[in-house]
């Protein structure tokens, strides 16, 4: 059986950890852990990789994760540290001789065209990104043989999409589940959410908000990432958790058989 491999590019909120000119106790530690680039994760089937957002630090996520190729991204929404690092899949359009395809709604679509507006000109500039917009919406899409199914949550007022892949589901950016979206996660052995601080938050799933959300869908695994500061320090806050549950970081690695 063949296996899926999801790493953490990052797991940080939208400042990442740690925070330009802040000198708490979570942006001076020395964990490796405590540091946090903004969210992404990237999915490998054999040797095909998909990356899920592009934010501001994705240059510096695929030279880490040493990814030499890549078949897709898939956008999750329109926020800027989601979508800021779409220019640098220019290097794979040179290596790999063709448009990067791209898998967004019509408000990422519109976001990335404003955006990045350069890279849609009727007569561009040599040397720009070069992509193809594959148009998504709240149902089933396959790209290549890997089928994605998309979870509508809400960032406030904002839809956002997680995305299910197999027996893996991956949402940031939630406050709010529909039962309708919450039913497509049933049977989600491994699952990733946002957990943004302890304190409630408008638009994000707090700590105790994302464990009660883990434990009524019943995952075998979960993680929590877009992480702030205000979360408090990696290790302290894993002493806190449920047995299932893991407060991910940079680079970790999830093995699972592909179904």
Do not use: W
């Not at 969210?39 to 054999?46: I, Q």
């Not at 030279?63 to 890549?70: D, I, T």
């Not at 601080?197 to 990432?225: C, D, M, V």
């Not at 408090?232 to 806190?240: A, F, Q, R």
Request: glycine residues 6%.
């Amino acid at each position: 059986m063949s296996k899926m491999k999801i790493t953490l590019l990052g797991t940080g909120t939208s400042q990442g950890v740690p925070v330009i000119a802040c000198g708490c106790v979570v942006c001076s530690s020395e964990n490796p852990k405590d540091k946090r680039l903004r969210c992404s994760v990237l999915l490998t089937f054999d040797d095909k990789n998909y990356v899920i957002d592009t934010g501001p630090d994705f240059r510096q996520q695929m030279l880490r994760a040493e990814v030499q190729s890549l078949e897709a991204v898939i956008y999750t929404h329109e926020h800027k540290d989601h979508i800021a690092g779409m220019d640098d899949v220019r290097a794979f359009n040179f290596k790999q001789k063709r448009d990067m395809e791209v898998y967004c709604n019509a408000e990422v679509e519109t976001a990335l065209k404003r955006e990045f507006y350069y890279v849609f000109n009727d007569n561009p500039y040599p040397g720009i990104p070069k992509v193809n917009i594959n148009p998504i919406a709240n149902k089933a899409f396959q790209i290549d043989d890997v089928l994605f199914t998309p979870i509508q949550v809400m960032h406030y007022k904002m839809p956002v999409f997680g995305f299910r892949i197999g027996d893996f589901t991956y949402i940031t950016d939630a406050k709010t589940v529909a039962p309708e979206e919450r039913e497509k996660l049933k049977g989600t052995k491994v699952l990733i959410v946002n957990a943004l601080r302890k304190e409630e938050h408008i638009s994000h799933f707090n700590l105790e908000q994302a464990l009660t959300f883990i434990e009524e869908i019943g995952p075998e695994k979960a993680y929590l990432t877009h992480i702030s500061h205000l979360m408090g320090k990696h290790d302290e806050v894993e002493k806190l958790l449920p047995a299932n549950v893991r407060i991910a970081n940079d680079g970790m690695e999830i093995i699972l058989d592909r179904t």
